[in-house]
């Protein structure tokens, strides 16, 4: 039987020993230099912040690892596609990283923990033109940093 979603986790070890040269400035949180890290993502319909079942499964995972890191900061922050202007894809990236932090917290992950960015259309994981909606641009993208 086909599982009916997936989950995405990566672990990756970063460094700041060199910058790596990108076509885009990469979101500003917090400085994982030499840190290992934990990454989620969670996605959402369009024009939405509302959490899916799947996604509060995800969310459940990342508190469970959280707690079991032993007190490790989450970073969560939002995205959307490039449909509608960009102040309004702003303000929804806001909503769907304060939706994923609300339940974070709900599922035992102190709010203090917590920090929470909203970067609108930028940094799109799939590169699209104005107006093209992007299944995988729609999301929050949540990290362990331990």
């Known amino acids: 039987m086909a599982p009916r979603f997936f989950v995405v986790l990566l672990l990756t070890l970063t460094s ?3 910058p790596r040269a990108v076509h ?4 500003v949180g917090f400085c994982m ?3 290992p890290v934990r990454t989620y993502f969670v996605f959402f319909d369009v024009g939405q912040a509302k959490l899916k079942s799947k996604s509060k499964e995800v969310i459940e995972m990342v508190a469970s690892d959280r707690h079991a890191l032993d007190g490790t900061a989450v970073d969560v922050s ?6 509608g202007t960009a102040d309004q894809n702003l303000k929804l990236s806001g909503l769907r990283a304060k939706a994923v932090a609300t339940q974070l ?3 035992g992950v102190p ?7 909203a ?7 799939i590169p699209t033109s104005p107006g093209v909606a992007e299944p995988k641009n729609r999301r929050v993208r949540i990290i362990l940093a331990f």
């Open 119 to 125: 970067y609108g259309e930028t940094h799109q994981l």
């Open 78 to 83: 939002g995205y959307t596609d490039s449909t």
């Open 24 to 27: 885009q400035p990469a979101p």
């Open 16 to 18: 700041c020993v060199a």
């Open 111 to 117: 709010l203090s923990a917590i920090s929470t960015h």
């Open 105 to 107: 917290v709900a599922d």
């Open 33 to 35: 230099c030499g840190a």
